[in-house]
């Protein structure tokens, strides 16, 4: 195998390149899949995987690891990479959200008083913390994502967050 990657390294060879492909991508694949990916992503995965290796062939660094470790890391990092770009939160339907003829009035009720308390609990915080907690919890981004939008250091956006839920539980004690 470390004959064929260097190949792949410094003469591109294709049929090199076709036997790594052959022989890491249906591990690669297998694996994606107990990870808990469809068979068209990780066959998206292989793919992504493979074209990697066959672009960074020449960072291979034989006393660091073997081949096989060098392919799955590049594979679970592209895993990891395509998982953080997936959308972590949808808006439903309007038909859905306003499906609500199986509950019994009272819990209708009570659904729509606590709605319109923690959307009061939400008014009554600063504007500083109204707003990551509306960028996290509403628009589903992450922590980073909030950071770097807003221009301030991570920290704060998990010490506003957290002071934000702390007003909050205040706010809505009784509240389940």
Not at 21 to 41: E, H, I, L
Not at 137 to 146: E, K, Q, T, Y
């Amino acid at each position: 195998m470390t004959d064929l990657l260097r190949r792949v390294a410094e003469q591109a060879e294709p049929s090199a390149f076709r036997e790594l492909y052959q022989t890491y991508g249906p591990r690669v694949k297998a694996y994606m899949m107990r990870c808990g990916a469809d068979a068209a992503t990780a066959d998206d995965l292989v793919q992504d995987t493979l074209l990697t290796v066959w672009r960074k062939a020449a960072l291979y660094a034989g006393d660091r690891g073997s081949i096989a470790s060098w392919v799955f890391t590049i594979a679970r990092n592209l895993r990891i990479d395509r998982l953080r770009r997936e959308l972590p939160w949808q808006q439903l339907p309007e038909e859905l959200m306003e499906a609500s003829g199986d509950l019994p009035a009272d819990e209708i009720v009570y659904a729509k008083e606590r709605q319109k308390r923690v959307s009061a609990a939400l008014a009554e915080l600063p504007d500083e913390q109204s707003t990551v907690v509306t960028l996290s919890f509403v628009d589903g981004l992450p922590h980073s994502a909030i950071a770097e939008q807003l221009g301030i250091p991570l920290g704060t956006v998990k010490s506003r967050i957290r002071l934000a839920c702390q007003r909050i539980r205040q706010s809505l004690g009784d509240l389940q």
